[in-house]
């Protein structure tokens, strides 16, 4: 499937144009990511005209190629980094320190100083241990606390692992104040891949609460980082991105009034449109002649990029040279040598029957969480190879 906008003349246009012909110019020896950083731009101008005064602070997790964290300091994007790596690839781009955030909540002490030496200001906590490391490493900085999320309705929720419930936070903003830090306000995460915006309301409906209570208690917060969740596009109808992030800022403002300063952080939704990956067929077989499904081996799996396939949570697009063709339900599985890669088994993928090894399989809107999630060399498999045009 392609993805059309209409035109001022109403011809309609192939947005991924540049990255069709630049497949189809050339022949790859494994899998490779192909990502337009153009497009990349064109989806920070989207989501930054509904955000309005937000800030966007790109999850650099979602793909750190020099290119993208290039262009994206040049357009003014600020960043949220989990790991010193991440920081440092920010700033080596020319990123303003005060416009990175460390917002993992699990830092390394060693990390925390490092950052805070190179003029990063802002951090992440949800835990007592992780404000005195602050207090110690970073002695003064400004810091958010993260709350849980508890009802989430992404395709990929960050469940119970970052966050702390209502009470938790706001014991924690009074003693950062105590360890002389600046506790500024909260952060939260809906979810990742949350389809629709009008599934943040229940969470933000809990989140304001608490928001309203620590006001109530007597802090003063400044801050809120909305996170991520913005979504992309794999194969279930989701909102335009300007459309999808108004919607979510007149949802913010209606239960959180007009706070000074807003963060949000798209990392998928920011980037996964900007790439597609380019597969090949390895092998095509059935178990035995009454088997139902094919087996459709693919030259990449759940080690060499598709990781959110997970659960089956993430069902990516496949567009092969047989389109057209009748099809035929089919297992996908990956390469290695290990029963966990498989793609899809539960809800066999339509593929056409004629697929055969040695078939072009490209996959869809993967710009996002694939080259971060490949394994260095898994069973001998190279790592996602990723070309930037
Ligand atoms: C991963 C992550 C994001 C990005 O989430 P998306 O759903 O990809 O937009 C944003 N904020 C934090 C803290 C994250 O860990």
Redesign the pocket.
Known sequence: MTVELASADAQPINVHARLDAYCAANTFDQPTLVLDVDLVEQQYHALKEGLGYADI?Y?V??NPAEEIIARLVKLGSHF?A?SKAEVALCLKHGADPAHVSF???VKRSSDIAWAHAQGITLF?ADAEQELEKIAISAPGAQVYI?LIVEISQ?D?P?SRK?GCDSATAIRLLSYAKSLGLDPIGF?F?V????RKAAMWGPSLDALAEIWHAAKAAGHELTLL?I?????AFYGETIEAPTDYASAVMEQIISRFGKVPRIMA??????V?EAGVIVSEVLLVSRKSDRDMHRWVYLDIGRFSGLAETEGEAIRYQFETPRDGDPVGPCIMAGPSCDSADVLYEKRPMLLPISLRAGDRVLIRNTG??TSTYSSVCFNGFPPLAVVVI
């Open positions: 602070h999850a997790k979602a949220d989990a917002g993992n909540t992440s993260r992404a990929w960050l970052f952060s995460h979810g990742s891949q949350t980082n996170g991520g969740g913005f979504p952080e798209p990392g998928r939704g920011l996964a996002a969480y």
